[in-house]
């Protein structure tokens, strides 16, 4: 038997919850009272939430490292996404940890993403340190939630060892924790005290050579590629000649050319780095994530990180609208592909795959609200192209056709049971549990396809009158449960170039809800409105009111439009069909028919019309 040995100045610890739990705003106090920041010292809120689409949305998209220090030894703490569209996150850094805190809301207790992650952790045989939080809510049922968390470790098959989980309860956004709910908090030092004693320190044969799993990726101006991971075994130093050896077993030569390692959010500079500790390397410039570094002498590869199969593919193209060029500064087949394949080494849950159309490809990834993200992070670096309706990926296991399904929980007032169920009923949905807290709101729990969800949830929230919440969680795959339809509405096409007119819109209105307003432009193939009826109508938006000599009694030019609700990315994906497509630009968001001729159409729809 090998002999190992533990590095007790360390400990790698990674913070899962579901999404607005409070992971983040916990880690912000970590860092204060792990005095890290000096005295008066201005700090931002959130600081790990470092992406702009943080900020805006208050969810941690992307896992990110930090440390702190406390009585001497060095927490290593991975800030994860709560959302199960970035799984992918999640499953790279469990790579590198020994343990997890898992952080639940003392009034929602355990959602599907907190199953998720939770799932994965205990997959790893990982020990667990439960924290109720928020226990300062109104609503905070917190021996219930308590219960509730017993429940999901029985029902993940949670082993003995991890079911028997210390439990804090805690007060995140005042940065304190205690042993019970009746003792006195004052600071986070209970937890800090229980990540060093339930967390074990990171272990590895001294006999080993340097050996490192690299579990993400970074990029400086400076030094090139970076390559961030776990010391597994092994000592790492400063212009030492390694290999990386990658999928097929090649080992490419590099030389360490800088090595840091994490304090606090931000990168110190390094000597060398010991078994166990983060580390990010410079100095190696074809690597991805999954990838062992390790030396020349004795090159072995680790076991590479598993990654769940992705369920949604979609579209994505250039933008071949007759605006294409204006106000983006991507607008070539060659810069969408080298940007799609640059997020394939970023993010090891997305998948980009060529097309027998040179200027389109099909991005395979987690989820919608994934997808989203990485239309809009694209958006935002400049690139114009159009995106299709996100589409799930079916299988085919033994001749039968199989379908990924969710794990759906809602919660809702009382008073919207109906109309929640019959919805759901409709997309092929199938009420697991109901459960009435007595407060008023009702806990509705669903097993409903993937393709069920898509588009659902801006309806969701009109039916809920905005105070519904709902999450969901793949929970595997299930026999094709039948079609059923997407969309009950059609849609209003542009038939010219041109302006929108205050005249032609005021017509148009009783046609059904318009996306556009006066004085915005327009093309032939665009949609400017969900007509009220099943079937697509090509109109003239552009059209002036006729002029006459003859003087009119009314005020009839002063037209007074109905407000347009502002397109956004996740409503746009969700309203088209798949003979539509959403062009993105930096500017604008546009709805517009995959072929844009009323001519080129009405000959398509001819010809499916005589092939059925």
Known sequence: MKETTRNEALRNIAIIAHVDHGKTTLVDHMFRQSGLYRQNQEVADRVMDSMDLERERGITIAAKNCAVMWKGVKINIIDTPGHADFGGEVERALSMVDGAVLLVDSSEGPLPQTRFVLKKTLDRGLPVIVVVNKIDRKDA??????????????????????????????????????ESLDAEGKDLAPLFERILSEIPAPSHDPSEPFRMLVSDLGYSEFLGRLA???????????????????????????????????????????????????????????????????????????????????????????????????????????????????????????????????????VKGRGEFQMAILVETMRREGFELSVGRPEVIFKTEGGVRKEPVEHLSIDCDEAFVGVVTEKLS??????????????????????????????????????????????????????????????????????????????????????????????????????????NRDND????????????????????????????????????????????????????????????????????????????
């Not at 038939?495 to 032609?504: F, N, S």
């Not at 000599?549 to 007074?560: F, T």
């Open 426 to 531: 409709i997309r092929k949905g199938r009420m697991l549990n109901l459960v009435n807290h007595g407060s008023g709101r009702v806990r509705l729990e669903f097993s409903i396809p993937s393709r069920g969800l898509i588009g659902y949830r801006d309806e969701f929230l009109t039916d809920t009158k905005g105070t519904g919440i709902m999450n969901s969680s793949l929970d595997g795959y299930e026999e094709y449960r039948g079609d059923f339809p997407s969309r009950f509405t059609g849609s209003i096409v542009c038939d010219r170039e041109g302006v929108g007119v205050p005249y032609a819109l005021f017509n148009l209105e009783p046609r059904g809800r318009l996306f556009i307003t006066a004085g915005e432009p327009v093309y032939e193939g665009m949609i400017v409105g969900e007509h």
């Open 141 to 178: 049922r917190t021996d219930e939630v308590l219960n509730e968390i017993y429940d999901l470790f029985i029902d993940l098959d949670a082993s003995e060892e991890q079911l028997e989980f210390p439990v804090l309860f805690a007060i995140g956004r005042e940065g304190l924790a205690k």
């Open 228 to 362: 961030v991971g776990r010391v597994i075994s092994g000592t790492a130093r400063i212009n030492q000649t390694l290999v990386c050896i990658d999928e097929s077993d090649v080992g490419k030569p590099l030389r360490v050319s800088k090595l840091q390692v994490y304090q606090g959010p931000s990168l110190t500079e390094t000597e060398e780095a010991e078994a166990g500790d983060i580390i990010v390397l410079s100095g190696v410039e074809e690597v991805t994530i999954g990838d062992t570094i390790c030396t020349a002498a004795a090159p072995k590869a680790l076991p590479r990180i598993h990654v769940d199969e992705p369920t949604v593919a979609m579209r994505f193209a250039i933008n071949s609208s007759p605006f294409a060029g204006r106000e983006g500064k991507f607008v070539q087949s060659a810069k969408l592909r080298e940007r799609l394949y640059k997020e394939t080494l970023r993010n090891v849950a997305v998948q980009v795959e060529e097309t027998e159309d040179k200027d389109s490809f099909t």
């Open 537 to 612: 109508i090509n109109v003239n938006p552009c059209k002036e009111k006729k002029l006459t000599n003859m003087r009119a009694s009314g005020k009839d030019e002063n037209v007074v439009l109905s407000p347009v609700l502002p397109m956004t990315l996740e409503r746009a994906l969700h309203f088209v069909r798949e003979d539509e497509m959403v062009e993105v630009t930096p500017l604008s968001i546009r709805l517009r028919k995959s072929v844009l001729s009323a001519k080129d159409r009405h000959t398509l729809d001819g010809a499916r019309k005589k092939d059925k």
